[in-house]
């Protein structure tokens, strides 16, 4: 089971998830200890492709309270790791307009810590609208099936 330790709900609602994946990040000593204690914000960040390799940006990992002088930036990038082809598929795909990459969620599994990446295009006012008429309805029928 894992644990989640951050979720961006703002990207469900703005953006369309076409694709999920799985990827490691990688993290100084006391940047593990802020995630361990919560201390992420996923709001505002995204993810890109340079170089062949993968890299979150704008994610804030706030600075562990008893850590020395030596604190690295919060806001730093970060590089992720995914397999070749997981990599090769993704730029395939950011190549085409109208796609980007957003972190969904970090967690834990089997004690590491994971940043889920969803591959999502972008949603227009009126999709957003559609979303939420449609979130409205399904609690109205929660409601009437419960109530009987």
Same mark, same amino acid.
């Given at each position: 089971m894992d644990k989640i330790i951050?979720?961006? /709900?703002?990207?469900?609602?703005?953006y369309f998830v076409e694709d999920k994946f799985e990827a490691g990040i990688v993290l100084e000593g006391s940047e593990v200890k802020s995630v361990r204690a919560g201390k992420v914000n996923l709001k505002d960040s995204f993810a890109i492709v340079k170089g062949g390799e993968l890299f979150l940006v704008g994610t804030n990992i706030s600075t562990y309270a008893k850590t020395t002088m030596l604190a690295p930036n919060p806001t730093r990038t970060r590089k992720l790791l995914l397999h070749k082809e997981e *990599?090769?598929?993704?730029? /395939?795909?950011?190549?085409?307009?109208?796609?980007? *990459?957003?972190? *969904?969620?970090m967690h834990f599994k089997a004690g590491l810590i994971k940043v889920q990446i969803g591959l999502c295009r972008g949603k227009q006012e009126f999709d957003k609208k559609q979303s939420l008429k449609e979130k409205d309805i399904k609690r109205e029928m929660e409601r009437e099936f419960k109530d009987n």
């Open positions: 951050a979720e961006n /709900r703002k990207a469900l609602h703005d *990599l090769s598929k993704i730029e /395939r795909k950011t190549k085409i307009k109208g796609y980007t *990459l957003i972190p *969904l969620d």
